[in-house]
């Protein structure tokens, strides 16, 4: 087995993003055959930052609370580095936000300075270079996290409570048509969970743990969904939901970036499909993942 390594990360408030590094971490430990990894964050901030007035934690204590549940998680070493001032100094996530007209905060790839620095793997197995190839980040929980699931429970997150509008290609799918969908669901007897940055981790992790099915934006929890393998739906038409969540049924709202004629109304129209898809990914996934078990 190969010694430790070092990797480090680019600190930001989403919780896709602290998990992304985690799964890409983990992931390159068991490929490689590497005896630790130690995982440097580092964040802009201070320890008790708290993003928004109302988070009910701070980022760094989701990123020690989730990390408890992963698989091999002690092969994983964190290592939290505040108002870090290396190679990711130079583009702060304010960098990324319009201000507009109306007060509210957007996110926007405005590049203003380049390429940006999200990741460093000490032995250059991967690289954050423009069109270098991304990390592998498929992992999963420890066996003993998952549970039974709740055959009456869908859980969901839209972008309406987020800090700041998320890029545009995320809120195509608007608040009318989260309504329709919610009120589609609950005619057919299921029970709604909403989900969102204020939703306390631990909650989240029970919720999402006992989903029948989880229908989400890309963004916030789905990290999570993934490394449970529950069914899950993305409303993304986006190659880059393919590849945080290849165990995800993505269906399109941009009527223009559709495949087989079938946008996300399609599908909810569809719903015995939809459902049947979800689950033919998810146990995809997990059966994929579970040679990452062994013999535990």
């Known amino acids: 087995m190969k010694p430790s390594e070092l990797v480090t990360w680019r600190g930001t408030p989403g919780v896709g993003d602290f998990m992304w590094a985690l799964n890409s971490a983990h992931r390159y430990a068991a490929d490689n055959d590497i005896s630790k990894i130690n995982l440097e964050f580092h964040w802009e901030h201070s320890e008790d930052y708290l993003h928004h007035f109302e988070d009910p934690e701070t980022i760094i204590e989701r990123c020690n609370y989730i990390h408890n549940f992963y698989h091999q998680q002690e092969r994983v070493q964190i290592h939290h580095c505040f108002n870090a001032n290396g190679r990711y100094r130079d583009w702060k996530f304010n960098d990324d936000v319009v201000l507009e007209s109306n007060g509210e905060r957007r996110i926007a790839a405005i590049n203003a300075k380049g390429q940006k620095n999200r990741f460093w793997f000490q032995s250059g197995f991967y690289t954050d270079d423009l069109g270098a190839k991304a990390p592998d980040n498929d992992w999963i929980f420890r066996k003993n996290a998952f549970q039974d699931y709740d055959d009456k429970r869908i859980v969901f997150w839209r972008p309406t409570w987020n800090a700041e509008k998320p890029r545009t290609w995320k ?82 709202p941009d009527r223009n970036n559709i495949r087989d004629g079938k946008d996300a109304w399609w599908w909810l129209d569809n719903t015995k499909l939809l459902f049947a898809n979800a689950k033919q990914e998810s146990v995809k996934y997990e059966n994929r993942m579970k040679k990452y078990y062994g013999n535990d």
Request: proline share 4%.
């Open 171 to 252: 809120r195509l799918f608007e608040n009318d048509d989260w309504d329709r969908l919610i009120a589609q669901f609950k005619s057919m007897g299921f029970e709604m969970h909403e989900l969102s940055y204020r939703t306390p981790a631990s909650e989240a992790m029970y919720l999402i743990s006992t989903a029948r099915m989880v229908i989400c934006y890309d963004g916030i929890w789905h990290y999570v969904a993934k490394n449970f393998a529950r069914p899950m739906v993305v409303i993304s038409g986006e190659g880059v939901t393919k590849y945080h969540t290849p165990n995800a049924v993505r269906i399109s």
